[in-house]
């Protein structure tokens, strides 16, 4: 009779366990939006695809993408090496969401658009003084 209930508490300390390890940083801060298109399947492909993209320190500086997506901006135009390292797992991590998933969902996107390169940040005032 002991073994039995200590056999079952395992179990369901194991399936406990598996369901909130399977969560992740990325579900976790997915689910934790206030974006309408965050549901339990979109986050959860999101985090398995983060799974085999992204190491889970990155998947936990990626995760706090949802709450702060000026970090993202900031982590993607830093000269810091290691930040561009990140920012090139994190990119091609978006490139495999956006292959697995058809396409990412513009609201639950936290990557940010492409800067344009310096010659068109330079002509886009004289383009703006010519149209006026």
Same mark, same amino acid.
């Given at each position: 009779?002991?073994?039995?209930?200590?056999?079952?508490?395992?179990?369901?300390?194991?399936?406990?366990? /598996? $369901?909130?390890? &399977?969560?992740? %940083?990325?579900?976790?801060?997915?689910?934790?939006?206030?974006?309408?298109? !965050?549901?339990? *399947?979109?986050?959860?492909?999101?985090?398995?695809?983060?799974?085999?993209?992204?190491?889970?320190?990155?998947?936990?500086?990626?995760?706090?993408?949802?709450?702060?997506?000026?970090?993202?901006?900031?982590?993607?135009? /830093? $000269?810091?090496? &290691?930040?561009? %390292?990140?920012?090139?797992?994190?990119?091609?991590?978006?490139?495999?969401? !956006?292959?697995? *998933?058809?396409?990412?969902?513009?609201?639950?996107?936290?990557?940010?658009?492409?800067?344009?390169?310096?010659?068109?940040?330079?002509?886009?005032?004289?383009?703006?003084?010519?149209?006026?």
């Amino acid at each position: 009779m002991k073994k039995s209930a200590f056999f079952a508490a395992m179990v369901l300390a194991m399936a406990m366990g /598996s $369901s909130a390890a &399977s969560a992740g %940083a990325i579900s976790n801060a997915c689910m934790k939006t206030d974006r309408k298109a !965050a549901n339990r *399947a979109l986050c959860g492909c999101i985090q398995q695809v983060a799974d085999q993209s992204l190491s889970r320190s990155d998947q936990r500086r990626a995760a706090k993408f949802f709450k702060d997506p000026h970090s993202a901006q900031e982590i993607r135009q /830093s $000269s810091n090496r &290691s930040d561009e %390292a990140f920012w090139l797992r994190y990119k091609a991590f978006g490139e495999r969401l !956006a292959r697995s *998933a058809g396409a990412k969902p513009p609201e639950l996107s936290a990557t940010p658009p492409e800067r344009p390169n310096a010659a068109a940040r330079r002509a886009e005032p004289l383009r703006r003084a010519q149209s006026v």
